[in-house]
């Protein structure tokens, strides 16, 4: 009977020490589109900027991907008063680098405050190469 105070002793030490179970937070949400479906890897998928994209007076932006190449797309676009262009472009993170003209540039994500037009303030999806050149979407 002397063993039992002992007993009771080390259960109480052991089960204080003891970490608690983790808890899940239901409000973290985890956007999974942003993520490669083969779960070996995650790497992150560029989003979705297909589709026509308008900038002021008369200019615009159209994205299409490549066939067969996952992160690769087609960009025409009329991108001053004067000229025209078709490059080709490839996704980075939520990028999308392009040449044209012999200059790298990127259309990079942003709204249309962030555009510094104010034809396209209060747009809501925006994307942006240089000042003076933005596109939005009609939304």
Request: some cysteine; hydrophobic content about 35%; overall charge neutral.
């Amino acid at each position: 009977m002397r063993l039992l105070p002992y007993a009771v002793v080390i259960a109480a030490t052991v089960s204080a020490c003891s970490k608690p179970e983790p808890t899940v937070d239901s409000s973290v949400v985890v956007n999974t589109a942003m993520f490669s479906a083969d779960p070996a890897v995650i790497k992150p998928v560029a989003p979705d900027y297909t589709g026509r994209w308008t900038g002021v007076e008369g200019l615009y932006l159209v994205v299409a991907k490549t066939r067969d190449q996952p992160g690769h797309y087609t960009l025409e676009m009329h991108y001053d008063l004067d000229h025209t262009a078709t490059a080709p472009g490839q996704a980075q993170g939520n990028t999308i680098v392009f040449t044209r003209d012999g200059k790298a540039e990127a259309l990079k994500p942003t709204d249309g405050t962030g555009t510094g037009l104010k034809y396209l303030a209060g747009k809501k999806e925006c994307l942006r190469v240089k000042d003076g050149e933005s596109y939005c979407r009609a939304t």
